[in-house]
């Protein structure tokens, strides 16, 4: 795309908006010119026998009604325009992210990231101050041209000795506009390859101390701050000799005065700024957005950072999430920090639970959504780790050295998220002041303190562990909770001697996913004995065959229609494990 048609199509970008900043513009020059237009006014309506005193008071009064009105765009013009430079960066930057997203591969973006991010950050600044210049040139120019001719009908002669030495400053500084562009542009590309080079150093010092190419690597770094340096010289050069010819410093006693003293609060601040802590580092917007709203409980910026850096890792597509893998993952030098911050920082796991929980609370604003329960496990190997025994793995299929957790999420409009876990301690490795239990009952207690909390849930889907804990069950009922459990394919229940299971008719129903598509299956009930309150169903894509992966069977208290109730239902406990 060419240049222009670039900015014609950002220009099309809430263009009332722009339009309005340019009126602005021109209106707030144009209150300059009402003082001087009054001032004529006013000597020119003086007479030699008329009295000054009432011309005076007008006067004032005028002056003092056209500073307030000046005063008044002032403020909307800086509003109208921090609104649009705000808002014109913001749609750059979701276009080309998202574009950067569209595009296949690995990587998506060419060259170092450091380069990348600069001319992202840069570029788009560029562009910003670059609308706002033109809207404030074509309020200039307007301003111009009104007082060009206000001085020509005061003296002609005058006017022009004024403005030709500055239409030939103007010429100049357009004939030495490309030596600066060009030196402006190899000072950044340098800015840039000396930043990438520092990120992907940063990224691969193990790599860099295995290959023993540590001198190698500061050479480079060494050649690649030198050219910085030069172009940065040339370019700062040229600029400071343009701005020496084109702009005289001319300083009052008292701005000399105002300056002076700034500087000196400056320095009796300095100690004080010093020991102010730094600012985190930034990572991802939503992330840091996210974070930000537990910063306060983290002592330490450090530790901050590493929280984020947690959340990135547990987000990105690792295969193995320990913390070494997400320190090299996110460019932490040292593995052992996050470590550190897991295990010695001071910040406490319960208040930074209990903040999200909080949040999350507020978000939900009291809407009922679906709580799944369920556990997940994780292979590690030897016992170093507390509860880490042989035992079943779900997401694993088998038995493995490993640690176990309950886990309970919510669902709501199709949109999952976590809420409370428990980790599982087996009766092998319990400490003196552990309690052994089970998962069930591990599963009620998040219910519970969910429930104390205020969490509103409408159905509990759980699978067949659960399904089959006669504790799980009666937990529910007591609690006064609609449930979808899975139970075993051969759950049986004691029955008098004169009763039997019956077993309805198939009935067919579409399975909704998330994503829309859909799919049809069949329901039937299983009665056992007489059919009561609680009622069991066997869910399947294949009525015929009875395929393993696609029978299902569950048990239920919902009311109503099992195809219409249970049928989409109990698919969301498979959707969000």
């Known amino acids: 795309m060419k ?69 008044s765009f002032q403020a909307f013009r800086v509003h109208v325009s921090q609104t649009y430079m705000f808002s014109l960066p913001r749609l750059v930057h979701r276009n080309l992210l998202r574009r950067l997203l569209e595009l296949p591969g690995a990587r998506a973006v060419p060259g170092p990231a450091g380069e990348v991010i600069s001319n992202l950050r840069d570029d788009v600044t560029i562009l910003t101050t670059m609308f706002a210049l033109i809207a ?53 590309e340098a800015t840039a390859h000396l930043t990438g080079a520092i990120n992907e150093i940063f990224s691969a010092v193990q790599a860099i101390q295995v290959a023993g190419a540590e001198r190698a690597v500061l050479a480079h770094f060494d050649a690649l701050s030198e050219d910085r340096r030069t172009k940065m010289v040339r370019d700062s050069v040229l600029s400071s000799g343009l701005n020496a010819t084109f702009t005289i410093p001319l300083l009052s006693g008292r701005e000399y005065t105002k300056k002076e003293r700034s500087v000196q609060i400056k320095l009796r601040r300095g100690v004080k700024t010093m020991t102010q802590p730094r600012q985190a580092a930034p990572t991802v917007t939503f992330l840091d957005e996210y974070c930000q709203l537990s910063q306060d409980l983290f002592p330490d910026v450090r530790s901050f950072e590493h929280f984020k850096q947690l959340h990135i890792g547990m987000l990105a597509e690792l295969k193995r999430k320990t913390l070494p893998a997400i320190a090299k993952a996110t460019g932490e030098s040292d593995p052992q920090a996050l470590h550190h911050c897991v295990a010695s920082a001071p910040w406490s796991v319960e208040k930074l639970r209990e903040r999200r929980l ?220």
Request: hydrophobic letters at 45%; glycine letters at 6%; charged letters at 20%.
């Open 136 to 188: 404030s040139n074509i309020a200039l120019l307007c301003f111009t041209l009104v007082a060009f001719i206000i001085l020509c009908r005061i003296n002609l002669l005058i006017t022009l000795l004024v403005f030709l030495p500055l239409v030939a400053v103007i010429a100049m500084g357009q004939a030495m506009k490309q030596s600066l562009d060009k030196y402006r542009r190899a000072s950044r």
């Open 358 to 577: 909080a949040k999350l609370k507020q978000a939900l604003a009291g809407r009922v959504f679906t709580l799944c329960i369920d556990e997940t496990g994780e292979r590690k190997k030897g016992k170093t780790t507390d509860y880490v025994s042989r035992q079943y793995i779900g997401n694993l299929g088998k038995l493995e050295n490993g640690i176990v957790s309950v886990n309970a999420s919510g669902l709501l409009d199709q949109l999952p998220f976590p809420l409370l876990f428990r980790v599982f301690k087996p009766q092998t490795r319990l400490k003196p002041e552990d309690t052994d239990k089970t998962k069930p009952a591990l599963a009620v207690e998040i219910i519970k303190e969910l429930l104390a909390w205020g969490f509103r849930f409408d159905v509990v889907l759980a699978d067949c562990l659960y399904g089959e804990s006669t504790d799980f069950l009666e937990a529910l009922e007591g609690l006064h909770l609609k449930y979808v459990l899975a139970i075993r394919s051969n759950h049986g229940v004691w029955l008098p001697a004169d009763q039997h299971v019956h077993l309805t008719r198939w009935r067919l129903f579409e399975r909704t996913f998330s994503d829309g598509a859909q799919q049809t299956r069949a329901i039937r009930e299983i009665i056992y004995g007489k059919r009561g309150r609680i009622r069991s169903s066997l869910l399947t894509t294949d009525p015929t065959t009875l395929p393993k992966d696609g029978t299902w069977s569950v048990m239920t208290n919902l009311e109503g229609k099992l195809e219409k109730t249970i049928g989409n239902t109990s698919g969301l406990r498979t959707w969000i494990e």
């Open 3 to 71: 240049a222009m048609n670039f900015i014609r199509r950002l220009l099309r970008f809430q263009p009332q908006h722009y339009v309005l900043l340019i009126w602005i513009n021109i209106i707030f020059y144009a209150t300059r010119l009402a003082f001087g237009l009054i001032l004529q006014a006013f000597f020119n309506a003086l007479l030699p026998s008329t009295s000054i005193g009432a011309y005076m008071w007008s006067l004032i009064g005028a002056l003092i009604a056209v500073a307030l009105v000046h005063l």
